[in-house]
């Protein structure tokens, strides 16, 4: 597909944006915004993330008021909690902040990786889960369901998930390596090739299983923050905090790269290195969030689309915008999967696909009207 090139990067001001289509010969968007626009964008969305976390804590099967939510948290801030009700305190410090935190570091997480495997990827349908990931996570997953742990060397199904998920990115990465360096053509063929022989092998283990197996397979395969306890944050958190400051750091570089190889080895940029680092990273914490938390789809591929649609294609606001709006949209997302069929809890990936399909039609037919091909 023909890409439209971008002027130079020169002096010392910002870098022009890509177009909204991520520089692929879709329509222009509107100029850039300014700084303080910029500012303006960032400030908005993190109140709609405050706002939607609190409502969050707030509401589920047993509605919590603003006040005694702040109670107990002031309580638990201060080591005052002989007052609390012990009713409140777990459910809103130990049951809901803990799930309603996990969701914003998963929101953020994929959100910031799927907007830079598609630049990287040269794919504007690339997300985090185009390199096998997703494939390899379910196949370490369903192996500690179904075999048990101690079949598995006592490892845990979210352990087993993470090395399945690098095992399957560390083979995905060996395939799509070209002369040295990442071709993005072959990367993700590579990734849809490994993806299905993977999932072939988890589909029989699956016809293997008993029930109960079945049941634990599905919910994890759509997705849950349920399992979301303070003991479990602090990794996740940790690793989420690292690679995606490290990622939204990077934004002048994947401005470069959205301009074509060529022009951003004249700019400077080590094409092989700079692919391979922001591969890995948006591998990493892409990983690391699935086997906490299971396949969660359309994420890393519908959020920098919309951001790209409101804001631009300068990945230096794509990105902190990205992870702002994807944790505001996994807060609410995981509020629908728990109260749409209160006190039932559903998956959140039936959200997320019962989204995010309509919205990559939508996306396709609007391409096409702009004459920018699918």
């Known amino acids: ?90 459910i809103v410090w130990e049951f809901r902040i803990p799930r309603t935190l996990l969701a914003v570091l998963c929101g953020a997480g994929l959100a910031v990786a799927g907007a830079v495997l598609q630049a990287v990827a040269d794919n504007p349908l690339a997300d985090p889960y185009v390199l096998g990931l997703t494939s390899g996570a379910s196949l370490g997953a369903v192996i500690v369901i179904t075999a048990g742990a101690g079949v598995a060397g006592g490892v845990g199904v979210s352990f087993a998930a993470f090395l399945g998920a690098m095992a399957a990115v560390g083979l995905v990465f060996l395939l799509g390596r070209q002369h040295g360096g990442i071709n993005p053509s072959r990367l993700i063929l590579a990734g849809v090739a490994v993806g299905y022989l993977l999932l072939a092998v988890t589909n029989y283990l699956q016809l293997r299983a008993n029930p109960n197996e079945l049941r634990a397979i599905m919910f994890w395969t759509l997705g849950s923050v349920a399992g979301a306890t303070w003991s479990r944050l602090g990794l996740v958190a940790f690793v989420v905090i690292v690679t995606v400051g490290a990622l939204t750091l990077s934004g002048r570089r994947l401005n470069a790269l959205a301009t074509g190889d060529e022009q951003a080895i004249a ?14 990273l948006s591998s990493l914490v892409t990983g690391v969030l699935i086997a906490e938390v299971g396949g969660i789809g359309f994420v890393g591929l519908m959020i920098p689309h919309l951001v790209r649609l409101g804001f631009g294609a300068d990945y230096r606001r794509v990105l902190p915008l990205s992870a702002l709006v994807g944790a505001s949209y996994l807060v609410i997302v995981d509020l629908l999967s728990r109260t749409v069929d209160s006190p039932n809890e559903l998956p959140i990936g039936i959200f997320t696909a019962a989204f995010g399909a309509p919205f990559l039609l939508w996306l396709l037919r609007r391409r096409q009207n702009a004459g920018s091909g699918p």
Do not use: E, I, N, Y
């Open 1 to 90: 597909m023909a890409r439209t090139p971008l002027p130079r990067l020169t002096g010392s001001g910002p870098p022009p944006a890509p177009t909204a289509s991520g520089g692929r010969g879709g329509p222009a968007h509107p100029a850039p915004l300014g700084r303080t626009s910029r500012a303006a964008a960032v400030a908005a969305c993190a109140a709609v993330l405050v706002a939607a976390a609190l409502v969050a804590v707030c509401v589920g099967s047993v509605t919590v008021t603003l006040p005694d939510t702040w109670r107990v948290v002031a309580g638990h801030l201060t080591g005052d909690t002989a007052h609390l009700d012990p009713v409140l305190d777990q």
């Open 267 to 280: 700019l400077g940029v080590d094409v092989r290195v700079a692919r391979l680092v922001l591969l890995g």
